[in-house]
């Protein structure tokens, strides 16, 4: 294996002991991303930022306003949904694209979030991160929006498919179990992008009843309590923080 | 940038003149995939192993029987799902999960499906893959469902939710058609895994009544034509090969 530029740069930045904030100096062009603080999908960029230690221009897409369907935001991504992250002239949608560019530009950086030790290992990694978007996130998806989205709208909850979508998460966290009785973390024993890309709707379904599927199963219980801990994460949910954030 | 090991190696090849089929001899450990040749996430991957001239051992989960559901395959995927795919001791589920694992360990072969020039067209490409992930394939799974899979068992196509997806649909091909005009394919000018990925819906969405939706939009049509005919893709739709292919 060779070194490259960036990973001798972040030998340096270790050896000499400096933090995150000096390094973040180093990044130059002020990463930009139109969200929501309360939004899921920005919470997931937002992760993987404070896991890299990479500052950003957050620009707000009142989604309680419905700014993402207006022709003015609909011009920057019309998907009409958010994020939508800037890097000069590069713009991307889609929170788990932005994060894999980030990612891979700052893979020396901060936490390894993607495994390159070996095509085996990334092979696994890449499984269960299609995990989490195919069969976990379509679930949680619908229970968040059901008992924590549309409360925020004054809408009604419709329990018969809060029951059923329960049903269903149940047998794929019986997956889980199985998987997290033997491995620390979903891929591996370090924590990645797998892991990470989970708490967006899990942070929702821990204030909700359906906490109790994850708290049932120890090993579930277990990882859940470790990843919703980690500081980087409590950053990305700091909604005081997005509003407040200076620009520079 | 560097030349590593197997670049040389593939430059050999090319200078040869060598044919896939003498390459394939080099991949010594044949992989073996479960599957289902009329099974979407199944032709994904085979697209894959074509487009990479790879050859594979087919192992068949009669999904019509619903052998997938059956305690034997849920002891190899406790998801019940096809394909599953095996590379010695490692076992990977996930149609898109296997595409990249075959993509990255043999990227300098056959089809260059991801692209690794820069960090900017990768992430370009990851937000091609990634919009095919959340907004394409939830909506032409649904319409696959409805009019392909559900008469090939005997149950009634539901036109109320053949109508309601239509027409997000056609939202989403608007915003394809827009891209199309500019761009060869979706990703780049060139034929890469985004639009690859797109290939199995589409296939069973041209026998029905909503291939008209591609059809109206010339740079979609364009696009459709194009990646549709590529030989790989008519060798991972060919069920004759699956079923009479002989274990090496």
């Known amino acids: 294996m060779g070194v490259n530029a960036s990973e001798v740069r972040i030998t340096c930045y270790h050896h000499c002991n400096q933090t995150f904030e000096s390094q973040e100096l180093a990044h130059k062009d002020e990463y930009k991303i139109y969200g929501y603080p309360y939004s899921t999908n920005t919470r997931r960029v937002l992760a993987v930022l404070h896991e890299k230690g990479l500052s950003y221009d957050p620009i707000t897409v009142?989604?309680?306003?419905?700014?993402?369907?207006?022709?003015?935001?609909?011009?920057?991504?019309?998907?009409?949904?958010?994020?939508?992250?800037l890097d000069g002239d590069l713009k991307l949608t889609e929170s788990r694209a932005i994060s894999e560019y980030i990612v891979t530009v700052h893979k020396s950086r901060g936490t390894q979030l993607l495994n390159y030790e070996s095509y085996k290992k990334m092979g696994t990694q890449r499984m269960w991160m299609a995990i989490e978007s195919f069969e976990f996130d379509p679930l949680t998806s619908i229970l968040t929006l059901e008992q924590s989205i549309k409360p925020m709208y004054g809408l009604k909850t419709d329990y018969k498919v809060v029951n059923e979508?329960?049903?269903?998460?149940?047998?794929?966290?019986?997956?889980?179990?199985?998987?997290?009785?033997?491995?620390?973390?979903?891929?591996?024993?370090?924590?990645?992008m797998a892991d990470l890309y989970h708490l967006p709707n899990i942070q929702y379904l821990m204030d909700t009843h359906t906490k109790r599927l994850f708290e049932n199963r120890p090993s579930v219980r277990r990882w859940v309590a470790e990843i919703i801990a980690r500081p980087a994460w409590k950053?990305?949910?700091?909604?005081?923080?997005?509003y407040h954030k200076k620009k520079n």
């Open 235 to 242: 950053r990305a949910c700091d909604v005081k923080a997005w």
């Open 62 to 85: 009142d989604l309680k306003a419905g700014d993402q369907k207006k022709p003015r935001f609909l011009s920057i991504n019309p998907f009409g949904q958010v994020p939508v992250f």
């Open 165 to 192: 979508t329960e049903a269903k998460l149940e047998k794929v966290l019986d997956i889980y179990e199985e998987r997290l009785k033997k491995s620390s973390f979903l891929a591996s024993n370090s924590f990645t």
